[in-house]
């Protein structure tokens, strides 16, 4: 079980007088976070975060300046801004067919000539499509083999096809490795392991056939459930991305790793009635991928929502009062918003910028 302090490191009486709904951070929590993953999977130098719970080129910076060395992105736009904020190995965890999408991040490689960029491929069709616009690309672009473990989203499957495909990228002189995004993968701790267990099997036996054809490669891959349970000599990345925030989610169901809340939504009571609170934090504030009743903690029990309101049973607030909720889910949660009220690690506030819900990155031709 997570206890107050876990959810909330202040009062909402704490924060500065802003406007409502807000993204707020603490900054200190985000470190704390990072202590306890890089602990439980041996070593900062093993993660390879992944950049899409937060979007922020100022977490990239605090984590760079903490040793992580790599990070992992679902999207060119997320790919460029961890570049710009110093990175310089990214995954771009995405295996796309899409000409132009692959054509910009070759672009971003020749921008950034000193930075080691890797795409995913999961099929011939979508080798193919690289191979045409690698022509001339710098050296340092590569691709991963998306392996799918069973989660049935993107990945070829982990047999003889898989090991055709690595051949032939080997062939382009561009294998970096493999990835195996794992996150069906959920559970009870000895489920997951003997998951994970029986996954490291079959990985293995990949592994062991392309060195026996002279190809040494590396794996990356995790999830929050899975990063601490893959042994090292399988998977020499790992990357989780959530724990940067945490959130309720994984504060009840991953409480041994002793991540606590470090991202929240500030609201105001803007109405009470009949034992209900009504909040200005509505679907377009937080988690809105999640179930209604379950997209934040910390009140009370949600009986309404709208895109601007939020009805919650509680007939303790009165009018004007403040509230931290924790998200569900903080990855769509803070996609919801361009920047963020960071309560830094002397104690000032200040107002940071992040990605929020943009994704393009260059402009459409007229």
Same mark, same amino acid.
């Given at each position: ?11 909402? $009486? !704490?924060? /500065? ?9 603490? #900054? ?6 990072? &202590? %306890? ?38 999207t060119l736009a997320e ?45 011939p069709h979508g080798l ?17 083999? $998306? !392996?799918? /473990? ?9 047999? #003889? ?6 051949? &032939? %990228? ?197």
């Open positions: 079980m997570t206890t107050p302090n876990m959810l909330s490191p202040f009062t909402a $009486d !704490l924060v /500065p007088a802003v406007a409502t709904p807000c993204f707020v951070v603490a #900054e200190d929590r985000v470190l704390h976070n990072l &202590a %306890v993953t890089a602990n439980a999977c041996g070593g900062v130098e093993r993660l390879m975060p992944h950049v899409k719970t937060h979007r922020a080129a100022w977490l990239v910076r605090l984590l760079l300046a903490q040793g992580v060395s790599s990070f992992k992105a679902s790919v460029a801004m961890a570049l710009a904020a110093g990175a310089t190995r990214v995954t771009w965890a995405f295996p796309t067919v899409n000409p132009q999408n692959i054509g910009r991040f070759v672009e971003l490689a020749k921008a950034y000539p000193d930075a080691e960029l890797t795409g995913l491929v999961d099929s193919n499509v690289w191979t045409g616009l690698l022509n001339g690309a710098p050296r340092s672009v590569k691709l991963r083999i $998306d !392996l799918d /473990p069973g989660m049935g989203r993107t990945g070829i499957p982990m047999d #003889e096809s898989a090991l055709a495909l690595a051949g &032939a %990228v080997a062939r382009l002189g561009r294998l970096a490795g493999w990835h195996l995004y794992d996150g069906h993968i959920r559970g009870a701790v000895e489920e997951r392991q003997a998951r994970v267990h029986k996954l490291t099997e079959t990985l293995d036996a990949l592994q062991s056939t392309l060195r026996g054809n002279g190809i040494d490669v590396d794996v990356v891959g995790g999830n929050s459930y899975t990063f601490d349970l893959w042994p090292r000599s399988a998977m020499s990345y790992v990357s989780p991305g959530t724990w940067v925030y945490s959130n309720a989610q994984h504060l009840r169901e991953l409480a041994h790793h002793d991540w606590i809340a470090a991202g929240f939504v500030l609201t105001t009571v803007v109405s009470t009635r009949n034992g209900t609170s009504t909040l200005d934090a509505g679907s377009k504030a937080i988690s809105p991928d999640k179930p209604q009743a379950q997209r934040f903690h910390g009140v009370g029990e949600i009986v309404m929502m709208n895109e601007e309101h939020t009805v919650i049973r509680n007939n303790t607030l009165n009018v004007g009062d403040r509230l931290l909720l924790v998200p569900e889910h903080t990855c769509t949660t803070a996609y919801l918003y361009s920047n963020a009220l960071v309560r830094a690690l002397d104690g000032r506030w200040e107002y940071r910028d992040q990605l929020g819900n943009e994704r393009s990155v260059v402009p459409l031709p007229r």
